[in-house]
């Protein structure tokens, strides 16, 4: 019984022990291939939290230590390939503050950071070993011995280039405690996240890039509006004034008149400048189109708007046809006023003169609960079917009004309110025989 387990045993022992050599270098490498994996994954969704340029370049340095090396720096490059902004991060507190006197003592300096802009020059990856801070920032005159304080011995240079291989954007630097810390496997992890990196730093750029545009066109915009401000101040000024000489017109006709067109500058002065402030509020940061709900007369107002247009328009009649006594509820009066002159600018330009536009306010109710429904309706060009399904974009015009002045604003400004409200809009049109615009608010 001995000797056949004594012959057994070894014939159950020595397969197991040559298996279980390859066998462990499998599962550890395939380990290894699921923590990478792992590792590269929670780098890409890091990069992809952000449009920020300095957080992304942080995370950048935050994401390669330890996984790269004891510290990385993050060497932002301008067109000129001349070093304009370094990040930096470093394992341990005391090595954070010193690697940051590093990034302090080059960026900017001409001669600084040689190797850099070698690896940015040649787009190929370089690897340093017993590097010194002389070897990182080239001949300046005063070496320092910050990088041996940090216990740096070897570098890895990776350059980042953007997309279409036409510029570096960057160099990561990768610094080690260890004397041989950067072989193949290490360069190959450096230059996974420095891909990652590559397009979320392209992507941070660019929308810099953009913001700068956006403040230049707010800034352009919001002086504008400011030298509009002024004028308008002279108009509402200088009616209210001639409001004296309405007392010494003998005629009662020409008084009344006078007095109704004075009354209509002013209030077309309070809606321009109501407008003017609300596009002046755009150009703010941060800022979010708001209403200014109010309890408002509807009723009174559409009068009031319906009056000030008949003025201007001697060769066509607006027509309010019966409607309620009242009609009262919380609305943005000024917005509205707005969306109602739109769409009387609208009914008087496209129709032909001698013509009437009717206008009509009243309450609906459906499955949906109750509206305030307001119509205008034309007899004028009206808009070609292929052209209905567009006439709420901006700056669309419907293809039969060459011939007429207009910016496709209108509407567009028209859609903007009835959104604003939750309400709804529709538009039926025959081309040749005019157009009606519905307009439903909640109540």
């Known amino acids: 019984m001995h000797v056949q387990t004594a012959a057994v045993q070894p014939l159950i022992r020595m397969p197991t022990a040559r298996a279980s050599k390859p066998f462990a270098q499998n599962h550890s490498a395939r380990r290894c291939s699921a923590s990478r994996a792992r590792f590269l994954s929670d780098v890409s969704r890091a990069f992809g939290a952000s449009l920020d340029l300095q957080e992304t370049m942080q995370r950048m340095a935050e994401l390669s230590v330890p996984a790269l090396g004891t510290a990385c720096l993050v060497c932002l490059l301008a067109d000129d390939r001349s070093v304009i902004g370094v990040t930096e991060r470093h394992l341990n507190p005391q090595g954070q503050v010193q690697s940051t006197d590093f990034r302090s003592l080059a960026v900017g300096v001409g001669p600084a950071w040689e190797r850099v802009l070698n690896v940015a020059q040649s787009r190929q990856a370089a690897v340093l070993s017993q ?46 405690a260890r004397p041989r810390q950067y072989g193949v496997r290490q360069l190959d992890l450096a230059e996974d996240v420095v891909s990652r990196f590559s397009l979320a730093l392209e992507a941070a750029l660019m929308y810099r890039a953009c913001q700068g545009v956006i403040e230049d066109n707010q800034e352009t915009l919001a002086t504008t509006v400011h030298d509009l401000m002024s004028p308008l101040t002279y108009i509402k000024g200088t009616a209210r004034q001639m409001r004296r000489f309405e007392h010494g017109i003998a005629d009662p006709q020409t008084r009344s008149e006078l007095r109704a067109r004075l009354e209509a500058i002013d209030a077309a002065s309070n809606r321009i400048e109501s407008a003017l402030t609300d596009l002046l509020q755009t150009t703010h940061p941060r800022h979010k189109q708001s209403t200014r709900v109010r309890t408002v007369d509807l009723v009174d107002l559409v009068r009031r708007s319906v009056a000030e247009h008949q003025l201007l328009a001697r060769h066509h009649t607006i027509r309010l046809n019966r409607t309620l006594a009242t009609l009262t509820g919380a609305w943005d009066a000024d917005r509205i006023e707005r969306m109602l002159g739109n769409l009387l600018n609208n009914a008087i330009k496209y129709s032909p003169p001698g013509s009437t536009v009717q206008v009509s306010l009243a309450c609906e109710e459906d499955a949906d609960g109750r509206w305030t429904v307001l119509r205008v309706a034309d007899q004028g060009v009206g808009i070609p079917a292929p052209d209905l399904p567009f006439v709420f974009a901006p700056y669309r015009r419907g293809s039969n009004v060459a011939a007429i002045t207009g910016t496709g604003l209108g509407l567009a400004s028209v859609w903007q309110t009835v959104k604003m409200h939750d309400g709804r809009v529709s538009v039926q049109s025959d081309e040749g025989h005019g157009t009606t615009v519905t307009v439903r608010m909640p109540m």
């Open 131 to 176: 590097v010194t801070t002389a070897d990182m920032l080239g001949n300046t005159g005063s070496p320092s011995p910050i990088l041996r304080e940090l216990g740096l011995k070897t570098a890895l240079l990776v350059p980042v280039v953007d997309r279409e291989r036409q510029r570096t954007q960057a160099v990561a630097v990768f610094l080690s």
